[in-house]
């Protein structure tokens, strides 16, 4: 157990529809990445949020959202959702952000869009 | 441009062959750190190792070593003497830094099977 908890495991739903992924860093740690891995895509860094405020955005589509709630939990919402947001997202914490911190990931949620 | 090259796409052995991943970076950045993590079939990344651009001694845990060489931005990582248990995705990974957040930034993975 990494230490990171990323809710569900596993999440089947239809396209145009709005799903919610979890995730609660390990404890201590203030900040929270979201990556997503498509066949096609490879691991692709979406988005930062350190204490609670967006700190870097990567490649993350309009129709995805993020944050991070008082507690240091975040939540990645992704709406009108099509075939190819079919992935395996991952949220990973670390202590701090920047060059000197580890980064410790979560098992990830495995989104199919049928 | 941050950019991690996993050349090797998919590698094959048979248990018991040495057999090394390449990495290959590429950063404007003079202070960075490197990481390998591996993705076994059950899908969950693994931490291996992290090492810091100042740092350019090899490292060996167990069966596994690592090649660090600046002179040719690579980040080279050897199974000796694999073993079934081994056969996962390997990602290469390297730290961006930018004014108030961070990133990996990853390889695209190279699919090491381990045969018996």
């Known amino acids: 157990d990494s230490g990171v908890t990323q809710t569900p495991k596993h999440l089947i739903t239809a396209t145009g529809q709005r799903v919610t992924l979890r995730c609660s860093p390990r404890?201590?740690?203030?900040?929270v990445y979201w990556y997503q891995q498509s066949l096609d895509q490879g691991l692709q860094f979406l988005i930062q949020?350190?204490?609670?405020?967006?700190?870097a955005k990567g490649n993350i589509l309009e129709r995805f959202s993020a944050q991070q709630f008082p507690d240091l939990h975040s939540e990645l919402n992704l709406s009108s959702l099509e075939l190819g947001d079919s992935a395996l997202y991952f949220c990973?914490?670390?202590?701090?952000?920047?060059?000197?911190?580890?980064?410790?990931f979560g098992s990830g949620t495995r989104l199919t869009v049928v | 441009a941050q950019k991690v090259t996993q050349a090797q796409t998919e590698i094959s052995v048979v248990e018991k062959e040495d057999v090394t991943l390449d990495c290959v970076y590429e950063?404007?950045?003079?202070?960075?750190?490197l990481f390998w993590y591996k993705q076994p079939p059950s899908g969950e990344l693994v931490f291996l190792i992290r090492r810091n651009s100042f740092d350019e001694q090899n490292e060996i845990s167990g069966r596994y070593s690592w090649n660090f060489q600046k002179s040719t931005s690579s980040f080279n990582f050897t199974i000796t003497a694999s073993q079934v248990v081994d056969s996962a995705v390997y990602f290469c990974a390297l730290t961006y830094v930018e004014t108030s957040g961070s990133r990996l930034t990853f390889g695209e993975g190279t699919q090491l099977t381990v045969n018996p």
């Open positions: 949020y350190y204490n609670g405020e967006e700190r």
């Open positions: 950063t404007r950045d003079t202070t960075y750190y």
């Open positions: 990973a914490s670390s202590q701090s952000w920047g060059l000197y911190y580890g980064y410790t």
């Open positions: 404890s201590g740690d203030l900040s």
